[in-house]
């Protein structure tokens, strides 16, 4: 399916090395469906020509203002009438600062101006620039003013730093691309999520956990709000960054999590890809536990059943729309079955931890979704983040047939 097909979509180059990138955009765009008109900054014009992007968009790139010849073929505001999106890839500080202040010096700021269109930025930039306060303050005034802002990534830069401030790869920014076109499929709903592990004291300085980084979980409160939700997102301890616009509860044990959930019940919808630990300690030890020699090499630890948090949400009386994760070695669509019918759900994502490239703190994932009728529907390899975007529109459809 092309997701873009006859979207009209004004591309901005901005004066950034990722300039090179664009040039790939332009392709996957236009694999979309989509129809891409260029316009380049006097910067874009160091990095990237103007050729190569007209060849690839198959229409002559737009470069100044006041250019008679251009205008005459299609003015500034024609342009900016046109576009059904505004996509700016790569957007520096400096542009980022111009359209903050809402300046118009240049063909692509003065396009942003006067343009109905959707805009969205993909910023790009080395990770101090990105991080300086004023960029974070010009981020966050286009955002409150409904512009979008796609990444930036983090990781190794061509300036040789690590950090955020990447610009998403083309693939990525097309699909962004796509989904602004798509309904806001969970535009007006509460979604409530668990992630991360838990952790069970046994004393002061030690517990009881797993290997769930939160990943999958983070991944999915970005997903839901981009598609609209109002999220929150309730965690075990993770070392993850908050996703934009997403109420963040830090919890510790499962008996936090559950009275953290109840806390923040109601929610329309209840996503629980946390791995809660299902015992915890009988008691916690008041000082760090000495090893004792009166009982030889063995250390006897009492455990008592945790409650369960997403059982318990479900068997309330304002039960929300719920959907549980199945993290399994062996069997796993049989204990995925079970768990749906126990835990009175929905629908349930088996994946299978036995594997080290999914699952568990890797960054991509493969899952099975079941539902009641136990139909069973699967989605490939890939990272996370796609994943969970792909959850989020399958969880979305149900809900708003239910
Ligand atoms: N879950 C929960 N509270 C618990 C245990 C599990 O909310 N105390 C939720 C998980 O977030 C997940 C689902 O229940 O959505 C299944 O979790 P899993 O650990 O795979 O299942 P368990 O019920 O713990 O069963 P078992 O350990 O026997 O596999």
């Known amino acids: 399916m092309q997701r873009l097909y006859r979207k009209r979509i004004v591309l901005g180059v901005g004066g950034g090395i990722a300039a090179y990138k664009s040039a790939e955009l332009v392709r996957r765009l236009r694999d979309q469906g989509a129809e891409v008109r260029v316009v380049m900054t006097r910067g874009g014009r160091e990095f990237i020509t103007p050729l190569t992007l007209q060849a690839l968009s198959g229409h002559p790139v737009h470069l100044d203002l006041l ?36 300046v118009a010096d240049d063909l692509l700021t003065t396009l942003v101006l006067a343009t109905d269109a959707a805009v969205a930025l993909a910023p790009a930039m080395n990770q101090a620039m990105w991080r300086d306060p004023a960029t974070q303050a010009n981020a966050q005034l286009l955002e409150s003013r409904g512009l979008r802002l796609f ?9 040789g730093d690590v950090g955020p401030g990447r ?6 920014l097309a699909q962004r691309a796509a989904d602004c076109f798509q ?25 009881i956990t797993n290997h769930s980084s939160g990943k999958m979980g983070f991944a999915l409160a970005e997903a839901a709000v981009e598609a609209g939700a109002k999220v929150t997102l309730i965690t075990g301890p993770v070392h993850l960054p908050t996703p934009d616009r997403v109420s963040r509860i830090d919890v510790v044990s499962a008996r936090d ?49 945790n409650p369960d948090v997403l059982a318990t949400l479900t068997s309330r009386a304002d039960r929300p729309f719920s959907v549980g994760f199945a993290a399994e070695t062996e069997n796993l669509l049989g204990y995925a079955a079970r ?31 079941i539902d009641r009728e136990l139909q069973a529907s699967s989605f490939a390899q890939t990272s996370k983040g796609k994943i969970a975007r792909q959850l989020v529109a399958f969880i979305a459809e149900r809900l708003n047939r239910a």
């Open 257 to 305: 999590m559950l009275a953290a959930c109840e806390a923040a019940m109601p929610c329309d919808l209840l996503i629980a890809s946390a791995a809660v630990a299902d015992y915890r300690p009988e008691v916690v030890a008041q000082h760090k536990l000495k090893k004792d020699p009166t009982t030889g090499d063995g250390l006897l630890l009492q455990l008592v059943r």
């Open 167 to 172: 610009m998403l790869e083309a693939d990525e």
């Open 183 to 207: 309904r806001q499929s969970l535009s007006g709903k509460h979604v409530l999520i668990t992630a991360g592990p838990t952790q069970e004291n046994i004393d002061p300085v030690r517990y």
């Open 67 to 102: 250019d008679p010849e251009a205008e005459a073929a299609m003015g500034h505001i024609e342009l900016a009438k046109w576009a059904d999106l505004v996509l700016i890839a790569p957007a520096t500080a400096d542009l980022m600062a111009r359209l903050a202040q809402g």
């Open 151 to 159: 990444g930036p990534a983090a990781g190794s830069q061509a300036c």
């Open 339 to 369: 768990k749906l019918k126990d835990k009175n759900l929905d629908l349930i994502v088996a994946n299978d931890v036995a594997n080290p490239t999914i699952g568990f703190n890797s960054e991509e994932n493969a899952i099975t979704i």
